[in-house]
């Protein structure tokens, strides 16, 4: 053998045995990438299983009427919590405590009954003498203070409105009260 006969079988030899390793790793790497795609798939078989029972166990949950119980008595914590009635109801009372206190000579004689307060929304229903008692004040009647008045200075309502009012009697006339409750501080 020459020289370049050596030089070619050892360039082929050379080649042969690139050409084998490239192979080699080739198979290996299709190996790798199928055992990475079968653990990939197996775990997500797993997930979807898991997530399957833990939403039939949230479907059996929102399904117990003890779940929406719950619901709303947390609704009704949060709201609570938020809201100072702690300060607010002090002010509405000293409110009924100057109108039980009014002179029942008068002539600005208020009565109220059935006073409902809630979350968003105050409404009282009364008997005034006059509707002036309602809308304006009277310095003659020992600094009376009219009943919209009154209600004006609390600082956590709003949108004050005399819904309706009709003559009961000669001397009377019924009354509704609303306010739209307020509070910046819960918010």
Same mark, same amino acid.
């Given at each position: 053998?020459?020289?370049?006969?050596?030089? #070619?079988?050892?360039?082929?030899?050379?080649?042969? *045995?690139?050409?084998?390793?490239?192979?080699?790793?080739?198979?290996?790497?299709?190996?790798?990438?199928?055992?990475?795609?079968?653990?990939?798939?197996?775990?997500?078989?797993?997930? *979807?299983?898991?997530?399957?029972?833990?939403?039939?166990?949230?479907?059996?949950?929102?399904?117990?009427?003890?779940?929406?119980?719950?619901?709303?008595?947390?609704?009704?914590?949060? *709201? &609570?919590?938020?809201?100072?009635?702690?300060?607010? #109801?002090?002010?509405?009372?000293?409110?009924?405590?100057? &109108?039980?206190?009014?002179?029942?000579?008068?002539?600005?004689?208020?009565?109220?009954?059935?006073?409902?307060? +809630?979350?968003?929304? &105050?409404?009282?229903?009364? *008997?005034?003498?006059?509707?002036?008692?309602?809308?304006?004040? +009277?310095?003659?009647?020992?600094?009376?203070?009219?009943?919209?008045?009154?209600?004006?200075?609390?600082?956590?309502?709003?949108?004050?409105? #005399?819904? +309706?009012?009709?003559?009961? +009697?000669?001397?009377?006339?019924?009354? #509704?009260?609303?306010?739209?409750?307020?509070?910046?501080?819960?918010?």
């Amino acid at each position: 053998m020459t020289k370049s006969q050596k030089k #070619i079988k050892g360039g082929g030899e050379q080649t042969f *045995r690139l050409l084998v390793i490239l192979l080699i790793l080739s198979v290996l790497w299709l190996v790798f990438l199928k055992v990475s795609v079968f653990l990939l798939q197996k775990q997500i078989n797993e997930n *979807r299983e898991s997530l399957q029972q833990q939403e039939q166990q949230l479907t059996a949950y929102e399904s117990a009427t003890s779940y929406d119980k719950f619901l709303l008595v947390n609704d009704l914590e949060e *709201r &609570i919590t938020e809201m100072p009635w702690f300060e607010h #109801i002090p002010k509405i009372l000293q409110i009924l405590q100057d &109108i039980k206190n009014l002179d029942p000579n008068s002539d600005d004689v208020i009565t109220l009954s059935d006073f409902n307060v +809630s979350l968003d929304e &105050i409404t009282l229903k009364g *008997r005034v003498s006059t509707l002036k008692a309602l809308y304006y004040n +009277s310095p003659t009647s020992w600094g009376f203070k009219a009943l919209l008045e009154r209600f004006q200075e609390l600082d956590f309502i709003k949108d004050i409105t #005399i819904r +309706s009012y009709n003559r009961a +009697s000669d001397r009377n006339f019924e009354f #509704i009260l609303n306010a739209k409750v307020i509070d910046n501080d819960w918010k």
